[in-house]
């Protein structure tokens, strides 16, 4: 589901670059979400792989859709 709710930011991005920017607010957050969490499992005892995982395309797609939703 976190990886699904990251990726729904696709179409966002394309509406950003078209033209019609959205609130940058929100997929910012969704960055610092994704860090966080990527870092939690990141620096756990024993790396927890599915956590990282989830949460890395959030830091991806959340820092282009703020970007571009800047421009």
């Keep these: 589901m ?7 930011y ?4 394309i509406s950003n670059i078209n ?3 959205g609130n940058p607010i ?3 957050v969704a960055c610092i979400n994704g860090l966080f969490w990527t870092l939690y499992g990141f620096f756990k005892e ?7 995982c989830a949460n890395v395309p959030g830091i ?5 859709t703020f970007i ?3 421009m």
């Design 19 to 21: 033209g019609n920017p």
């Design 46 to 52: 024993k790396k927890d792989w599915p956590v990282i």
């Design 60 to 64: 991806f797609l959340g820092a282009i």
């Design 68 to 70: 571009t939703s800047l």
């Design 10 to 13: 696709i179409p966002q991005i």
């Design 26 to 28: 929100q997929p910012a």
């Design 2 to 8: 976190s990886i699904l709710m990251y990726v729904s």
